[in-house]
């Protein structure tokens, strides 16, 4: 006697998902009376430890996927009864956080040719990279983040307005 044809479909929740949020992953296994344990995989690397199934489903949460298109798929081992199989390839998104700036200087206002200081401030604080000041479509230069901050030094701005800007580029996690 040969064990029965088993089947596994895998669904994320949520799907699309950012850098350092949740995701379950959950495993449905037929027929649903089936036990054992699913392995769910990124690609050729596992995510975790088997999950146990439970009225025929296995869930597995998941918090540490990097930015990108990540290919999870649910291998069912099988048991005295059933065959394992393996689901087909579901594809979770994983998007880089948004980032924000916040740009003070000091002093604002000042007088020609004392030295002003940029200071942008990129939410969250974990980002990694530099910023870039410009005034107007001038560069000014750019900064690394240390922390949270990038600092930039200017003597050199003359009279008047100047609508100073702060472009943070991103890294891999964060936009």
């Known amino acids: 006697i040969s064990p029965a044809v088993s089947g596994v479909e895998v669904s994320s929740l949520p799907n699309s998902s950012t850098v350092g949020q949740s995701v379950t992953f959950t495993a449905t296994v037929t027929p649903s009376a089936a036990t054992g344990t699913v392995q769910f995989n990124d690609g050729s690397t596992a995510l975790g430890a088997p999950a146990a199934l439970s009225g025929g ?3 597995l949460a998941v918090a540490t996927l990097a930015a990108g298109a990540h290919s999870i798929t649910a291998f069912y081992r099988g ?11 579901l594809t979770q998104n ?7 700036v916040a740009l003070t200087s000091a002093p604002n206002p000042s007088p020609v040719q004392q030295t002003v200081i940029f200071t942008a401030t990129i939410t969250p604080g974990s980002a990694t990279g530099s910023v870039q000041f410009l005034d107007g479509t001038t560069i000014l230069g750019a900064a690394p983040l240390s922390g949270a901050n990038a600092v930039l030094s200017v003597s050199s701005l003359a009279v008047g307005a100047h609508p100073i800007t702060a472009v943070y580029g991103g890294d891999t996690n964060d936009a």
Request: no cysteine; aromatic share 0%; charged share 10%.
């Open 57 to 59: 489903q296995a869930t």
């Open 79 to 89: 048991d005295g009864s059933n065959a394992g199989s393996t689901s087909s390839v």
């Open 94 to 100: 994983v998007n880089r956080v948004v980032s924000g």
